[in-house]
């Protein structure tokens, strides 16, 4: 098993930027990529940005060159920085890990982005 705790997020003004973090504890060793999701409402959860234990990463076309998803030192952290916010941006940021094999999915308890134009 695997618990995501996150933190960041919050309010802020268009073109601005935010940072969220999420540390995995648990089975860490299982993980095969990390990244975030995000839900509007109305809308179903999708892609923002993953990366894997290699470091490959990927990225929804609407955040391309504005947001940057990395890993930290400690195995098991992922951050998400985000750059000239859109209100468009406005969501609730949820943290996700994949495990190898079966690729169980693991999920954060999720923290709201407001985006104020």
């Known amino acids: 098993q695997v618990q995501l705790v996150q933190s960041g997020g919050g309010l802020v003004q268009a073109g601005g930027s935010l940072r969220l973090s999420c540390a995995a504890s648990g089975s860490i060793g299982i993980i095969n990529v990390m990244g975030w999701y995000r839900q509007a409402p109305g809308n179903q959860r999708e892609l923002v940005a993953t990366?894997?234990?290699?470091?490959?990463?990927n990225y929804a076309e609407s955040v391309k060159g504005r947001f940057t998803v990395s890993t930290g030192i400690a195995k098991g952290t992922v951050y998400l920085q985000m750059n000239s916010l859109k209100p468009e941006d406005t969501a609730v940021y949820y943290c996700?890990?994949?495990?190898?094999?079966?690729?169980?999915?693991?999920w954060g308890q999720g923290t709201q982005v407001t985006v104020s134009s």
């Open positions: 996700n890990a994949e495990s190898g094999g079966a690729k169980t999915d693991y």
């Open positions: 990366i894997t234990s290699g470091g490959m990463t």
